[in-house]
Nanobody
């Protein structure tokens, strides 16, 4: 049974930082590419960052230079370090296993996510 549990969201002022965690179970974590997504009400879910099994990373232009995705295979956990947060970063953040080809495709079911609220 695949489980991906996000945590670490909260309320932060603009310019602040948060670190999100996604704990995985039921998958061969070390061989999976992983992604962080976010979604705001009325908008489509948006890919934020990806990391491959080889720890190659990619970021949406909107977060490039501010967010860092990383993974700890020993802990079956992927992280999203978010710095210099902006109000437009406010969203529910989700993690998922992904397949990266021409585009990035989420492979698993969506969990509950973790809410990030950035105040101005």
């Amino acid at each position: 049974q695949v489980q991906l549990v996000e945590s670490g969201g909260g309320l932060v002022q603009a310019g602040g930082s948060l670190r999100l965690s996604c704990a995985a179970s039921g998958i061969r974590f070390s061989i999976n590419a992983l992604g962080w997504y976010r979604q705001v009400p009325g908008k489509q879910r948006e890919l934020v960052a990806t990391i491959t099994d080889g720890e190659n990373t990619n970021y949406a232009d909107s977060v490039k230079g501010r967010f860092t995705i990383s993974r700890d295979n020993a802990k079956n956990t992927v992280y999203l370090q978010m710095n210099s947060l902006k109000p437009e970063d406010t969203a529910v953040y989700y993690c998922n296993t992904v397949m990266i080809t021409r585009t990035t495709i989420p492979l698993g079911n969506w969990g509950k996510g973790t809410l990030v609220t950035v105040s101005s």
